[in-house]
T-cell receptor
Framework: AQKITQTQPGMFVQEKEAVTLDCTYD???????LFWYKQPSSGEMIFLIY??????QNATEGRYSLNFQKARKSANLVISASQLGDSAMYFC??????????????FGGGTRVLVKP | NAGVTQTPKFRILKIGQSMTLQCTQD?????MYWYRQDPGMGLKLIYY???????DKGEVPNGYNVSRSTTEDFPLRLELAAPSQTSVYFC??????????FGPGTRLTVL
């Protein structure tokens, strides 16, 4: 079974609008972390946001917020006020187990976002 | 700080050749990782290390070897290159924060 599922292969969003990228995960470990990374066309991996399984509040970082619904095993990324520079591939990823074992990430297949002016 | 550096940036190998992908980090991180990214796909973990002298297999270790003799360096060795190893290879490191810092990647083609 897929551990991380991103069901939207690609999407368009109008500049200045918000966009939600879906991510569902599968794990039986009570301790896990959820990550979102951005990969522009230049290829580098840019960390956006992190949510721990025990965190009570949804994570936010600037224009990025993570809508964490633990019971539904979903960790959707919301990008507010989209900018042209947000056009990129976005990956959801998960690490399982205690942090002392390292954040070994399992990635989803990604969602390509294109922001239209 | 240079962060995580990888060499080479690009490489073309013939089937059966071997090579070492270099990875160095200057952040004194204990944890280091190697991932591969096939076209249009997410990254997959090849090997990881929790400290100097300690390495372990990830999801797709076959055809690769690693060593970690120092905190800074985590080279990835391909012994007998195969077309299936054509990919972009990313090295990453982390410490106490949740962020994993990625290098710029090495684009490898095996013909």
């Amino acid at each position: 079974a897929q551990k991380i599922t991103q069901t939207q292969p690609g999407m368009f969003v109008q500049e200045k609008e918000a966009v939600t990228l879906d991510c569902t995960y599968d794990t039986s470990d009570p301790s896990y972390g959820l990550f979102w990374y951005k990969q522009p066309s230049s290829g580098e991996m840019i960390f956006l946001i992190y949510q721990g399984s025990y965190d009570q509040q949804n994570a936010t970082e600037g224009r990025y917020s993570l809508n964490f619904q633990k019971a539904r095993k979903s960790a959707n990324l919301v990008i507010s006020a989209s900018q042209l520079g947000d056009s990129a591939m976005y990956f959801c990823a998960m690490s399982e187990g205690p942090k002392a074992a390292g954040n070994k990430l399992t990635f989803g297949g990604g969602t390509r976002v294109l922001v239209k002016p | 700080n240079a962060g995580v550096t990888q060499t080479p940036k690009f490489r073309i190998l013939k089937i059966g050749q071997s090579m070492t992908l270099q990875c160095t980090q200057d952040m004194n991180h204990n944890y280091m990782y190697w991932y591969r990214q096939d076209p249009g796909m997410g990254l997959k973990l090849i090997y990881y290390s929790v400290g100097a002298g300690i390495t372990d297999k990830g999801e797709v270790p076959n055809g690769y070897n690693v060593s970690r003799s120092t905190t800074e360096d985590f080279p990835l060795r391909l012994e007998l290159a195969a077309p299936s190893q054509t990919s972009v290879y990313f090295c990453a490191s982390s410490q106490d924060s949740n962020e994993q810092f990625f290098g710029p990647g090495t684009r490898l083609t095996v013909l």
